[in-house]
């Protein structure tokens, strides 16, 4: 398992991107109490989402938000629910929590 960070560093609601992962590009959101991972790529041009470091959420933190066309993402579950990609998902990355720490499975 590889080491990603503390939940205690993410803001609640907030996200967070990390380049250099076991699985590529990858970004977490902190939500509702929970926390969700999935890869920085978006399903319909495959650039990276965030507008700038770890901002990839919209203005009011309740979905993600492609920097390239503005795609409107559930966070829950990575559908997109607005946007060129209508029906596409983001890709969820496995991974656990373990002592307040995400670990992404390699």
């Not at 993410?10 to 967070?16: D, V």
């Not at 590529?24 to 509702?32: A, I, L, S």
């Not at 999935?38 to 989402?49: F, Q, T």
Request: one cysteine or more; hydrophobic letters at 35%.
């Amino acid at each position: 398992m590889h080491k990603l960070c503390a939940i205690d560093g993410i803001s609640e609601p907030g996200s967070k991107g990390f380049d250099h992962s076991p699985k590529g590009p990858v970004f977490v959101v902190r939500y509702d109490g929970q926390i969700f991972v999935y890869a920085n790529n978006c399903p319909h041009l495959g650039v990276n989402l965030e507008w700038e470091p770890d901002r990839f959420l919209d203005k009011e933190d309740r979905l993600i938000q492609c920097c390239m066309h503005g795609a409107l993402f559930r966070i829950e579950d990575g559908e997109c629910l607005s946007g060129p990609c209508v029906g596409d998902s983001l890709t969820p990355v496995p991974h656990e929590i373990k002592d307040n720490t995400i670990y992404l499975f390699d």
